[in-house]
Nanobody, 123 residues
Framework: VQLQASGGGSVQAGGSLRLSCAASGRTFSSYGVGWFRQAPGNEREFVALISWNGRNTYYADSVKGRFTISRDSAANTVYLQMNSLKPEDTAVYYC?????????????????WGQGTQVTVSS
């Protein structure tokens, strides 16, 4: 599985962005997909996860109610809609694929990673 993240950019606080994670590989539909982010000087942290069948989603407390993860299986793409962005959301965002069936929130639970996409939120 190969993952390609895109959609990052610079916005003002309160704005929105939609990140995309496009995947290649016939088995992608059997993987859950998560988003992580890493700000300068910080560890990479979990943001959101959608299960392989799209029925279950999980979010970090810091983004609940503002971010929405979804997947289009026909397009082999997972999206992260980010609304009401805050300066503290500024980070490089990564998508990753996991075979874990539960709420995988740890880096080691993921098998494949895409390159990051920069999100910058100004106040």
């Amino acid at each position: 599985v190969q993952l390609q993240a895109s959609g990052g950019g610079s916005v003002q606080a309160g704005g929105s962005l939609r990140l995309s994670c496009a995947a290649s590989g016939r088995t992608f539909s059997s993987y859950g997909v998560g988003w992580f982010r890493q700000a300068p000087g910080n560890e990479r942290e979990f943001v959101a996860l959608i299960s392989w069948n799209g029925r279950n989603t999980y979010y970090a407390d810091s983004v609940k109610g503002r971010f929405t993860i979804s997947r289009d299986s026909a397009a082999n793409t997972v999206y992260l809609q980010m609304n009401s962005l805050k300066p503290e959301d500024t980070a490089v965002y990564y998508c990753a694929a996991t075979r874990f069936t539960g709420p995988a929130t740890r880096i080691y639970e993921y098998d494949y990673w895409g390159q990051g996409t920069q999100v910058t939120v100004s106040s």
